[in-house]
């Protein structure tokens, strides 16, 4: 498929070497269940829900509705019944949507039944974590479809919520987009802070992408060393043919244009194609909804942006008893 915009055929993504995606799984899975007791400690302190013990009889039992106050993209079902099972193994945790399922507002997305005392104690970590996913999930789909347009891809950063990394990456994909690095030891990623550290050394932008490529050869198994992706982040039209103009086992992965005006990305794309055109260029640094379709016009091949996992407002979720719902009476 080629890009309306820039009138050239798009190299298949499958072809290029990127960084490895998140889907839900059991690595997913447990990093919820190792979070989950946190979670629920840091609300009942090692102790209990003490106006659900005062006030809600041991025996009751009830059925909630968890309900999307407003429209947005549904991020965290999957998750939610990890926490449910870890606080109660007698909640039933029934998911009505799908992750990464556009819903209107006033619309159920599961439903939460069991002891009253346990669903009480667990509702705000659950409402806590699908507001925050599902509003990463609709930040990150406005994202996608401004550039609905054009061949270029949204993806994530490391600028996540502490101990929630693989979740809010885990958001990012239900909403359409897709996840960098997950940390700093799956890729190698060379910023201007690198560059300067060996400044000393007289490395040139070219040779320490040289060298990292020599790296990984000699310190990897070939397996894990064909797989990862070395990217580059430049700041000129000058360092981009640096990285560009060099024999292609010197090459980066994927050279990142930082805080680029569109004019300069452009020019880059246009360098792109004529000396290096299996190399994916990345545009980041001050990305915005606003911005975004313009960025992506450019004919770059990925934008990558914090906003979504730093900036999304959470989605207005709640729990709603059910018209069936009937309490026994309190003694």
């Known amino acids: 498929m080629s890009s309306p915009q820039s009138g050239r055929e798009a190299l298949p993504f499958p072809a290029r070497r990127d960084h490895a995606q998140i889907s839900w799984g059991p690595q997913l899975a447990d990093a919820v269940r190792r ?45 939610a019944a990890v926490v449910a099972a870890e606080a109660d193994s007698g ?10 399922q556009q819903v209107g507002p006033a619309t159920v997305v599961a439903e ?29 789909r406005r994202l996608v479809a401004a550039v609905a347009d054009t061949d270029c891809r949204i993806y994530d950063t490391r600028k996540t919520l502490p101990g929630w990394r693989l979740l809010d990456k885990y958001a990012v994909t239900c909403g359409g987009g897709f996840s960098h690095r997950l940390g700093l030891y799956d890729a190698i990623l060379i910023k201007d802070n690198h560059l300067a550290a060996v400044a000393e050394a007289g490395l040139s932008v070219a040779a320490a992408v040289a060298r990292a490529r020599r790296f990984v050869e000699a310190t990897f198994p070939p397996p894990r060393a064909a797989g990862m992706v070395v990217e580059v982040e430049v700041d000129t039209l000058q360092q981009a043919e640096e990285v560009l103009a060099v024999p292609v086992e010197s090459r980066p992965d994927i050279v990142l244009l930082d805080n680029m005006p569109p004019h300069q990305l452009a020019a880059c794309v246009a360098l792109r194609d004529r000396l290096a055109r299996e190399v994916i260029l990345e545009a980041s640094g001050g990305i915005t909804l606003e911005t975004a379709a313009t960025i992506a016009a450019t004919g770059v091949d990925r934008i990558s942006t914090g906003m979504p996992t730093q900036a999304a407002p959470a989605l207005d979720i709640a729990l709603d008893w059910t018209a069936s719902t009937r309490l026994p009476p309190v003694s």
């Open 112 to 140: 939460l039944a069991g002891p009253v005392r346990s669903i009480l104690q667990v509702e705000r970590v659950l409402l806590n974590l699908l507001g925050r996913l599902s509003g990463v999930a609709t930040a990150t």
């Open 35 to 79: 979070a989950a007791a946190g979670w629920l400690n840091e609300d009942l302190g090692h102790e209990a829900d003490w106006t659900s013990v005062a006030l809600v009889p041991a025996a009751a039992a009830g059925r909630l509705a968890v309900v999307a106050r407003r429209g947005g993209v549904i991020a965290g079902l999957a998750a």
């Open 91 to 100: 909640l039933s945790w029934e998911p009505a949507v799908a992750d990464g």
